[in-house]
């Protein structure tokens, strides 16, 4: 493993204060009433941007992104509910420490933080490694817990060590045509690595998201420039890739604390794309939860709140009421 490294200051890991992608910045450009904020928790200091009123509706983002993902859904949703867009650990302008990166921990985060936020309970919606954390929380914290929605991923159990090293001969990592989601996750192994990851993308990180969402969106157009630019600001120190590539190191003892797990019972709601996940998560979760329902979302790849916004939109205010 790397030596342990400082964690950056908030001002390092954004833009300049004022700056267009500094998070008060960001927040603003949702509409009146959002703010960006902070909260000393768990041992963690974590950044989340909020606004609106009404029951509290908590969205956890994924990797390689940032809060910013749910940008384009936050504005309706905070005509109804009381909205909070969380950094995760080791995320955005959120502490970067050296360790903390299994689901677990992370869930026991977002528990500190409802209670830090004067809440008792929440609805957790997460995307990609905000639902892992999402489930996490569910499982184990369900007295805090509304509801739950998953994004296009379920929580790491043993099927992640049955990944392979090599694509399927019928599927090819290079073509943006070809599903390879659940095929040749390579990036799952390239984080795995110690020190490397860091050396090879601190201040090059654009190019990795421009790869993964040229390959993983059904319509990269979706994504537009000055999201990209957020996400690879948010990723260009050496820290933050350092932090980002914790959540997939932690998934062996993911695996193991999940196989600890009864199914939850907190309602749950996940959301597939037709062209990523959604066969997979319709085949797994009915026996993760005693209350569940899978709903595929067409014309959609893995960045589902980007890519289907309205979709995401109306199928939470159903779920959720």
Known sequence: MPAPQATPSNDSLNAPPGGPLDDDALARRLGPGFASRHADVNGIRLHYVEGGTGEPLILLGGWPQTWWQWNKVMPELALRYRVIAVDLRGMGASGKPDGGYDKKTMAHDIRELIRHLGLTEASIVGHDIGAMVAYAHAAN??????????????????????????????????????????????????????GLPEQLLEGRFRSLVDWLFAHMAHDPDTLDEFSRQVYAHAYSTADAVRAGNGWYQAFNRDIADERTYEPVTVPLLALGGDRSNYAYLRDLLPAKGTEVTVQEVADCGHYIPEEQPRVVIDALTAFLG
Do not use: M
């Open 141 to 194: 914290h369900p007295e805090a817990t509304t509801r739950a929605v998953l994004l296009d991923v379920p929580h790491p159990d043993a099927s992640l060590s049955r990944l392979t090293l090599l694509p399927r001969p019928d599927h090819h990592a290079d073509s943006a045509d070809e599903n390879v989601i659940r095929t040749y996750l390579w990036w799952f192994a390239f984080n795995q690595i110690g």
